[in-house]
């Protein structure tokens, strides 16, 4: 196996990439070159120095072809029409043109690698015209194939790149949307349970130090339980954001089954929550399992932080095929937008991004008895396939 040594200089990039390619490249043309320096003299040596002199640039202006595509290839082609002009040996410098073309398209400058070539062309078919025999109609004809299918593959090869980086550039916005939304998630639930409890606690000491001091301390401890919660979930979460070399989390990833988790924190604000499961338990996709305890904490976190409820009630019903999680309260709050769309802020759009990457929904709105209403639908089967049993 190749050492990870070799494969960092092999195949090589950048100016190294560059150097590769204008030294192969006069290393093909001198040899196809070599007859006017050991055959019979058809020029002075003179002119055969000054030829040579003009493969070198042709071939050298090709180590700025990724960095200066358009003048490389300029320079190659002005280099490579002296030469063919002055030259009593017809060697295979036309190459250079040809890579240079290509070069140029990769970059994506399509309209100056169309113009380079049909001046080359142009140059090319008045020589033929006034007698050149080294050129006839049939290798004009098959020159201009030539340019053509170097700049179409270059145009392709621009095209690759563009398309690849966008994939790469939308991989990265997704990315950073679900780190996004995790820390949303992760911060302002916890958040809201340490301002709702500890408001509490200094409400009750300042009413009644003496008898409110049980209460309080009652309220700190859910503080500090939360604050904990909190930095530990945000480690995991920025987890992801290590090097490789780092030590990853070891947590297990939030689910469901740590749905108490979040239940008594909410009830230690005051507020009654009750669970209802329906269906088979089972075993959830990680995905699903994640989007529905996020669900849950987010719409607990709208409850405490906007509704002023006293009442929260959780419905989990999943049948193998799909799960539906509702989150409803009795809440008198600010529960809605000036449009009377939905909840102020970015957690309902969240809770609705993640239901809908799973090929979800969610829905958001007033109760028809009161309160607030949080309805989502994940599908299960996609992924569920792809599970295998745990062990």
């Known amino acids: 196996m190749p050492s990870t040594a070799r494969s960092r200089l092999w195949p090589p990039r950048g100016r190294a990439a560059d150097a590769a390619l204008a030294g192969g490249l006069f290393l093909v043309v001198g040899l196809g070159t070599l007859r006017s320096l050991i055959g019979a003299r058809e020029e002075p040596w003179a002119v055969t120095a000054a030829n040579w002199l003009l493969i070198a640039v042709a071939c050298g202006a090709l180590y700025f072809s990724s960095r200066r595509p358009v003048p490389a290839a300029s ?5 490579t029409a002296v ?40 140059g090319t078919a008045l020589g033929t015209l006034q007698g050149n025999g080294d050129v006839n109609h049939v290798a004009l004809f098959m020159l201009t194939g030539w340019f ?52 509490a606690a200094l409400r009750r000491l300042t009413k009644d130090p003496a008898a409110g001091a049980g209460q309080a301390a009652e309220a700190l401890g ?33 689910g469901l089954a740590r749905i108490g988790e979040l239940t008594g924190a909410a009830r230690a604000t005051g507020l009654t929550v009750t669970v209802h499961r329906t269906g ?91 309160g607030f209403a949080v309805h989502a639908t994940l599908p299960l089967a996609p992924f569920a396939a792809q599970e295998e049993p745990r062990r």
């Open 83 to 122: 030469y063919y002009v002055t030259s009593a040996y017809d060697g295979p410098l036309l190459l250079a043109v040809v890579v240079a073309l290509f070069t140029v398209a990769a970059a994506g400058r399509l309209h100056a690698a169309v113009v380079i070539a049909a001046l080359c062309l142009i």
């Open 75 to 79: 320079a190659a082609a002005l280099a």
């Open 280 to 370: 088979g338990p089972g075993r959830l996709p990680v995905e699903a399992d994640l989007a529905a305890y996020r669900i849950v904490q987010e719409s607990l976190t709208n409850v405490a932080r906007h509704a002023r409820a006293t009442r929260a009630d959780i419905r989990l019903d999943g049948d193998g095929h799909r799960l539906t999680v509702s989150v409803t309260d009795d809440g008198r709050g600010p529960v809605t937008d000036p449009a009377g769309t939905g909840p102020t802020g970015s957690g309902v759009t969240g809770m609705r991004e993640r239901a809908r990457a799973l090929g979800g929904d969610l829905t958001a709105g007033p109760a028809p008895g009161g």
């Open 148 to 199: 053509v299918a170097m700049i179409t593959l270059g145009g392709l090869r621009h095209s690759h790149l563009v398309r690849a980086r966008e994939t790469e550039e939308r991989a990265a916005t997704q990315e950073r949307l679900r780190i996004a939304r995790e820390l949303h998630d992760v911060v302002g639930h916890h958040l809201s349970l340490i301002n709702v409890q500890s408001a």
């Open 222 to 254: 859910a503080v500090k339980a939360a604050s904990h919660e909190a930095l530990r979930e945000l480690r995991a979460t920025l987890g992801v954001l290590r090097d490789a070399g780092e030590e990853a989390p070891t947590a297990p990833a939030p």
